[in-house]
């Protein structure tokens, strides 16, 4: 963690930008909750208890700050919220989501589903892909269960 904290400074300092405390503060929640798909208002609440001085204003900026430079990117789970995730490979695609419709939990799935299908769009299009979005709607094993 120690070592992705110092790259991100150094992204951070590269375009011009200091880790400061809040941005600090907002960066360590990302991480400490990198298994999760947080809101800024879940960012804010998290944030609060460790820094309660600062305002949702510094998180909404903050967090299109990193996502501006990369450090995030933004999730769309068509639920009315965005969600951020931290952009840890980016020689990797995004991986794909599950999206329980009645619950709303939200579980990654890590392989590369579209490989194949990439190279022959991009065969057949003439046509670099660089990334893709999929995300499955459907029930979780724990909503199955409860029916």
Do not use: W
Not at 71 to 89: A, M, P, T, V
Not at 105 to 122: G, P
């Amino acid at each position: 963690m120690n070592s992705l904290i110092s790259d991100l400074k150094d992204q951070l300092k590269r375009k011009g930008y200091k880790l400061t405390t809040q941005r600090r503060v907002i960066l360590d929640t990302i991480i400490e909750n990198i298994d999760k798909h947080l809101s800024i208002e879940d960012i804010f609440e998290q944030v609060k208890k460790k820094y309660p001085e600062i305002g949702l204003a510094t998180v909404y900026r903050t967090v299109q700050l990193f996502e501006q430079l990369g450090i995030i990117y933004k999730l769309n789970f068509d639920d009315g919220r965005s969600r951020y995730e931290l952009y840890q490979n980016k020689e990797d695609h995004q991986h794909h989501h599950l999206i329980c419709l009645k619950c709303g939990s939200i579980y990654e799935v890590e392989e590369d589903l579209l490989e194949d299908l990439e190279k022959r769009i991009e065969e057949s299009k003439d046509f670099e892909i660089v990334d893709h979005n999929v995300r499955f709607f459907g029930y979780c094993k724990n909503c199955r269960s409860k029916s």
